[in-house]
């Protein structure tokens, strides 16, 4: 696609259940990113993908968290049990190669766990 | 010490001025530079990469110190328009790889 697309782009859900957020990245951007950023704050590294492998999860924040990618195309973070503080944006930005022109950012998912 | 630093700002300077940020990076090695624009509840947006020797976009120059590692990112003649959070990305390597972000410093333009 043109931009990198994000579904939903809101979601509110009940504590406890769990969630599926969808990033859909450049078509040819063989790495994605997540991130996460609480009102205020700076973006938190979650996980990057080279394909649909996964080097780096180190910024996962608990076993609760999980993302997938499949045909080196769409990726799917999952966050089960939800709490309160996964209430966030969560951004995906895809790129390259090459890896010097820098990241495209989906406009995210606004979550918020009630 | 955090592998990219940024002064979180406010910096409130009047329409018309200059004004100047800098970036900290703690990964001798790191390879590519870059500066993000983020307005509030969007996302990040590139403004520019930032090259060995310095660049030039318009109003807005970056440069890179490998020997001092930071990177600045200067704005001439700043406008109202100008307002809003930069974000300093540095990847350290040249292929993909966890690129990490500065916590972002606070631009506000007043008439």
């Known amino acids: 696609g043109a931009g990198v697309s994000q579904s939903p782009s809101n979601k509110v859900t009940e504590k406890g259940k769990d969630v599926e957020l969808r990033c859909d990245p450049i078509?040819?951007?063989?790495?994605l990113y997540w991130y996460r950023q609480s009102l205020g704050q700076g973006l938190e590294f979650l996980i990057y993908?080279?394909?649909?492998?996964?080097?780096?999860k180190s910024g996962l924040p608990s076993d609760r968290f999980s993302a997938e990618r499949t045909g080196g195309s769409v990726s799917t973070l999952t966050i089960q049990r939800t709490q309160q503080e996964d209430s966030a944006v969560y951004l995906c930005?895809?790129?390259?190669?090459?890896?010097?022109?820098?990241?495209?950012f989906g406009s995210g998912t606004r979550l918020t766990v009630v | 010490r955090k592998e990219v630093e940024q002064d979180p700002g406010p910096f409130n300077v009047p329409e018309g001025a200059t004004v100047a940020f800098n970036c900290t990076y703690s990964?001798?090695?790191?390879?590519?530079f870059f500066w993000y624009r983020q307005d509030c509840r969007k996302e990040p947006k590139l403004l520019m990469s930032?090259?060995?020797s310095g660049n030039e976009d318009g109003r807005f120059t970056a440069q890179l110190n490998r020997a001092s590692q930071y990177i600045s990112l200067l704005i001439r003649d700043s406008k109202l328009s100008d307002s809003a959070t930069y974000l300093c990305?540095?990847?350290?390597?040249?292929?993909?790889?966890?690129?990490?972000f500065g916590s972002g410093t606070r631009l506000s333009i007043r008439p």
């Open positions: 993908f080279q394909g649909n492998s996964a080097p780096d």
């Open positions: 990964n001798s090695a790191s390879q590519s």
């Open positions: 078509s040819g951007h063989t790495a």
């Open positions: 930032v090259y060995s």
């Open positions: 930005a895809s790129s390259g190669p090459p890896y010097n022109y820098g990241y495209t």
């Open positions: 990305v540095v990847n350290p390597y040249s292929s993909a790889s966890k690129i990490i």
